[in-house]
T-cell receptor, first 111, second 113 residues
């Protein structure tokens, strides 16, 4: 039982490059989330998916897109990376109204 | 907009001292959750409080939910080096999809041996 897994763990991009962050959970949760964490800013919700086939914007969605591929997988795409997107990205999953389980994070640097 | 505020932002204590972090919401919350994030790690769920005035204990950790369900606190008795990390409170986003949380910015605890 791996919980929530994320790939890659680290990534360095140049401005303008694109990439996709992958997330998968094996807990059969309906809801999945993408957060970014910046120093002193806590966790900010980028996008979420309340169930398979649905996605919605969170607090800071600009510059990102998501895909809920199936119930297990929820990916985050940066189409044209910017230095302001340098951050730690966490994926999480939960059943509605219950605690969230977080993945180990992806540390992204955009130069 | 809805806000969840935590104080203090940082706390440095000597091992064995007590520690408290406070969480205040701009709106009434149906519940509040607490998470701990070790340095370099990911947030890990600690507890959820649901009832007005609720108090829950986990060993040396005591969690309280205010009577008005707008504030909460986490108290650690006799801190240990294993308590080091950042503690976040989080509440449901008002009017949002059930399950979406708004997080406080966290209190970073350091413990000097």
């Amino acid at each position: 039982n791996a919980g929530v897994t994320q790939t890659p763990k680290f990534q360095v991009l140049k401005t303008g490059q694109s990439m996709t962050l992958q997330c998968a959970q094996d807990m059969n949760h309906n809801s999945m989330y993408w957060y970014r964490q910046d120093p002193g800013m806590g966790l900010r919700l980028i996008y979420y998916s309340a169930s398979e086939g649905t996605t919605d914007k969170g607090e800071v969605p600009n510059g990102y897109n998501v895909s809920r591929l199936n119930k297990r997988e929820f990916s985050l795409r940066l189409e044209s990376a910017a230095p302001s997107q340098t951050s730690v990205y966490f994926c999480a999953s939960s059943e509605r109204g219950h605690e969230q389980y977080f993945g180990p994070g992806t540390r992204l640097t955009v130069t | 907009g809805q806000q969840v505020m935590q104080i203090p932002q940082y706390q440095h204590v000597q091992e064995g001292e007590d520690f408290t972090t406070y969480c205040n919401s701009s709106t009434t919350l149906s519940n509040i959750q607490w998470y701990k994030q070790r340095p370099g790690g990911h947030p890990v769920f600690l507890i959820q409080l649901v009832k007005s005035g609720e108090v829950k204990k986990q060993k040396r950790l005591t969690f309280q939910f205010g009577e008005a369900k707008k504030n909460s606190s986490l108290h650690i008795t006799a801190t240990q080096t294993t308590d080091v990390g950042t503690y976040f409170c989080a509440g449901p986003i008002y009017g949002g999809s059930q399950g979406n949380l708004i997080f406080g910015k966290g209190t970073k605890l350091s413990v000097k041996p």
